[in-house]
């Protein structure tokens, strides 16, 4: 199999795997107990802490959510009523994951005002952090930007976004989903108040994800009980998958210029078939979106799924329904139907590019019409 959808979700390291089975066995207690076998599970909680803390080079706290889903919706409406004389206004891109474009829909219902700057077009010298950064005023309550856009890859400079914004208007929070960032890209252009990570997207345990906190940042919690994690994301921590989180940020290798060879190698080597179009620009290395003019998404992904070659229908974020985000980068609606988006692991090679190019050119003699 030649699996090129790690943007969607990864296969989990056989390091990660062990790391949760062995917790299973030998150190599943509840890390609220009181007695060994819970101070051990509680050892693993904070171990865990440790080792994304250091991924991240940031001080603060991390808290322990079901997914990136969970860590955004918990700081974009456990934040407003945390500082609500802030402000109204929040401030955002045009190309957010639904995890965080749709609890904004809600806060715009609920009356907050939602300012969605759109990325610059390839090769336009519009400085974009500058303009999210010029959008922000008193009112501004909150930030929230992605740091790579899970379609394109588009990278955002965060820090450069999280410094200015700081000198703009001190009092407004900034919340960063850095799932498709964390791991693979150096954390120099990351820096928030608020940071969403996902395990599943670093060949780490689906269901588990962080919150990062900055020290001083505040928010009331989206879950009400037992007041684990100080109260502030009630539930018996899964533990088990915490360990595999924690595990799968240590085996993460350094991929940067592995990445950028795939990349270059992926685009040479489409450049070579007629009418393929590279959708991505700005992007992080490990995703490449393109275009295959005259053959749909679907068709050919399920042609390359013959072969075993699994990418994603660039344009759809859940089954059968296109985004719109392709749109915000210029991709015209005729394009982002022939849109395909692979994404790479540590584990892919040269030879899996070459047959995934040779796949596309056999599945356009086939349908392109
Ligand atoms: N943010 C981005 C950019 C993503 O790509 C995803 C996953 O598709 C998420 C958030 C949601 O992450 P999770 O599946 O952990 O809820």
């Not at 296109?322 to 892919?348: E, H, M, N, W, Y």
Request: a neutral charge; proline letters at 4%.
């Amino acid at each position: 199999m030649i699996y090129l959808d790690n943007s969607a979700t990864t296969m989990p390291f056989d390091s990660v795997i062990e790391a949760v089975a062995a917790n299973m066995r030998k150190n599943s207690g509840n890390a609220s107990s009181l007695h060994k076998v819970g101070i051990e599970a509680e050892k693993v909680v904070k171990a865990a802490k440790q080792t994304i803390l250091a991924a991240l080079k940031a001080e603060g706290d991390i808290f322990f959510t079901s997914g990136a889903t969970e860590s955004s919706n918990t700081v974009l409406f456990g934040v407003p009523k945390t500082y609500r004389h802030n402000g109204k206004r929040m401030v955002t891109t045009s190309f957010e994951h639904p995890s965080v474009e749709n609890p904004l829909r809600e806060l715009e219902k609920a009356g907050y005002e939602v300012v969605r700057v759109k990325p610059p077009r390839r090769g336009e010298s519009r400085d974009f952090e500058q303009q999210i950064i010029d959008a922000v005023d008193e009112n501004t309550l909150l930030v929230s930007v992605m740091w790579v856009n899970n379609e394109t890859g588009f990278v955002t400079d965060t820090a450069k976004i999280y410094k200015a914004v700081k000198r703009r208007n001190p009092k407004t929070i900034i919340h960063v989903d850095a799932v498709q960032g964390f791991c693979k890209l150096p954390v120099k252009s990351l820096a928030a108040d608020f940071i969403s990570l996902s395990a599943h997207k670093i060949h780490g345990p689906k269901g588990v994800g962080a919150l990062y906190r900055a020290p001083g940042a505040r928010f009331e919690p989206l879950l009400y009980g037992g007041g684990q994690q100080a109260g502030l994301r009630s539930g018996t921590e899964p533990v088990d998958i915490i360990a595999g989180f924690a595990e799968a940020v240590r085996s993460y290798p350094d991929c940067g210029e592995k990445y950028e060879t795939l990349n270059d190698r992926l685009i040479n080597r489409l450049s070579e078939l007629d009418d393929v179009i590279i959708n991505s620009y700005g992007n992080a290395k490990n995703i490449l979106n393109f275009s295959v003019r005259g053959v749909r998404s679907e068709i050919m992904l399920h042609f390359l799924e013959e072969r075993e070659i699994y990418v994603s229908s660039g344009s759809a974020c859940s089954r059968g329904k296109t985004s719109g985000v392709l749109a915000q980068f210029g991709v015209s609606d005729k394009d982002a139907d022939c849109a395909i988006r692979a994404s790479f692991s540590p584990f892919t090679a040269d030879s899996d590019i070459d047959s995934l190019v040779q796949g596309i050119s056999d599945g356009i003699k086939r349908f392109r019409r």
